[in-house]
């Protein structure tokens, strides 16, 4: 995942809505949701609610070395 993705994955495990995390990173909606879709796709999701419940009980590491 890129580290826009990981920001935004990190904000779902914490239980954000779509709407909070565009407004916590001052980004769209349009744009979470994309990062959401483009997650999805790597992680092999078929749903967004899948994808919540798997961030909500997954972490990823946050280490850019």
């Not at 826009?4 to 990190?10: A, L, N, P």
């Amino acid at each position: 995942l890129s580290r826009r993705e990981k920001e935004i994955f990190q904000s779902m495990a914490q239980g954000l809505t779509t709407n909070e995390i565009a407004s916590s990173l001052f980004i769209s909606i349009k744009t979470i949701q994309t990062h959401q879709s483009n997650i999805k796709k790597k992680l092999q999701m078929k749903s967004l609610s899948e994808l919540r419940n798997f961030a909500q009980n997954h972490s990823i590491p946050t280490s850019y070395n």
